[in-house]
């Protein structure tokens, strides 16, 4: 069975878990290759798994069709290169795309398709709604399978402004896969046939990648030998309230809690960040730390007391489960499927989204009761343990191809 994965980017920086699962897979012994638009050669020198024998030669770029001019030169290259790996497979969607688009549109689509068409797929899985829209009919051009995978923004952003975005998903993808029960509401809100075939399958870790710091319980945090250390990880954007989360910071200090906040991301919400840190008077206590590799970020996580996600719209998010496989206690927002993520007063607290109030209240008893960041912390881990590792993911995984494929 050959399963593509198609995505814009591969690999990236905030996408450590397509890797993970493309990895998985090949390693659990799927025939998996990745499609996407684009590769960044300085983004593979923080993946040095990816440097396995064989491993780039499943990574596949779509041709280029900007400018228009080399997109038509090009095309006899790509044509000829399709028939050579795929012919009875190009003979058939031609016939079939002919009859949909008009041989000009037939033509089109065959040179954006082209990298998938070559690898003859029995699945492939469009891991972005957005990114399915255009080619949601594939599997019956190519006579494949079709997954469709939502992880958060797609479906509370992309398209809105334009009714029936997803019809053509709902009806030409095969199967969907969602993070959480949030999600899989919110397709159906936007149209989703509530019988259509679809899996939920949260994200997950290798936990044998975080190894928890031992830590001193004994006393409370926020004194000035002992300052209360927070971070938060997540892109520089307005949908995750860093506003509400510097401004909880303002309150924390006020309340005569020592701490610091150091956020990793970067973003095209960055300056207005500096000037609300400027504004509250916060510069000794917040600092930014941009875009950093997988391995920075955990090393972040061993000089930390709290992980603060002050997020507005969330699919589900990885940080946050990657702290409390750290045994970091986390206070969250109700964003989307964090509450699914989190176990509020079990593993962390869950917070009214933009309520910095609430979540100044939250750190503040988390800081002076030890024995409570101790019990979130184990909590969190074992929650992780039982419900998010990769292994259990990659099976699931496994079973739904398996599924989809049966149906």
């Known amino acids: ?171 030409h993808a095969d ?67 860093y506003e509400y989360a510097l401004q909880s910071l303002r309150m924390l200090l006020d309340a005569g809690i020592n701490c610091r906040l150091r956020i990793v991301g970067a973003g095209n919400f960055y300056e207005a960040l500096v000037f609300a840190r400027h504004q509250l008077g916060l510069k000794e206590h917040v600092e930014f730390l941009g875009g950093l590799p997988h391995p920075r970020v955990i090393e972040e996580m061993y000089e930390t007391d709290i992980f603060l996600h002050p997020s507005l719209s969330e699919g589900f998010c990885n940080a946050v489960l990657e702290a409390q496989a750290m045994q970091i206690p986390v206070v969250c927002t109700d964003a989307g499927s964090l509450p699914e993520n989190v176990i509020d007063g079990q593993t962390g607290f869950v917070v009214p989204r933009r309520d910095p109030v609430a979540m100044a209240d939250k750190m503040i008893l988390l800081a002076r009761d030890p024995s409570l960041r101790q019990a979130f912390g184990k909590a969190g881990r074992e929650r992780v343990k039982q419900n998010f590792t990769l292994a259990q993911q990659l099976e699931k995984f496994g079973d739904f191809y398996r599924g989809v494929l049966a149906e």
């Open 1 to 171: 069975m050959r399963v593509v994965l198609v995505t814009s980017n591969f690999p990236q920086l905030s996408e450590t878990f397509l890797v993970s699962k493309f990895l998985g897979l090949l390693d659990a012994g799927w025939n998996v290759h990745v499609v996407c638009a684009e590769s960044d050669p300085m983004q593979w020198q923080y993946y040095a798994l990816l440097d396995r024998q064989g491993i780039r030669q499943r990574i596949h770029q779509i041709w280029h069709h900007h400018p228009r001019w080399l997109a038509i030169l090009l095309f006899p290259i790509v044509l000829s290169h399709c028939l050579l790996f795929n012919f009875s497979g190009v003979q058939r969607y031609l016939g079939k795309a002919v009859k949909r688009f008009g041989f000009w549109g037939a033509l089109r689509r065959i040179y954006l398709d082209a990298p998938i068409i070559t690898l003859r797929p029995d699945i492939v899985h469009f891991e972005f709604g957005s990114l399915a829209v255009e080619q949601a009919d594939l599997g019956e051009l190519l006579d494949c399978e079709v997954v469709v995978s939502f992880r958060g923004y797609d479906l509370n952003f992309a398209g809105l402004d334009q009714p029936g975005y997803y019809a053509r998903v709902w009806k």
């Open 175 to 241: 199967a969907l896969h969602l993070l959480g029960q949030d999600l899989w509401k919110r397709a159906q809100s936007r149209g989703c046939p509530p019988d259509k075939l679809h899996v939920l399958i949260p994200p997950a870790l290798e936990l044998e990648k975080f190894i928890p710091k031992e830590r001193d319980f004994s006393e409370p945090l926020g004194t000035p030998e002992s300052p209360l250390r927070i971070l938060s990880v997540g892109r520089l954007e307005w949908k995750k309230g």
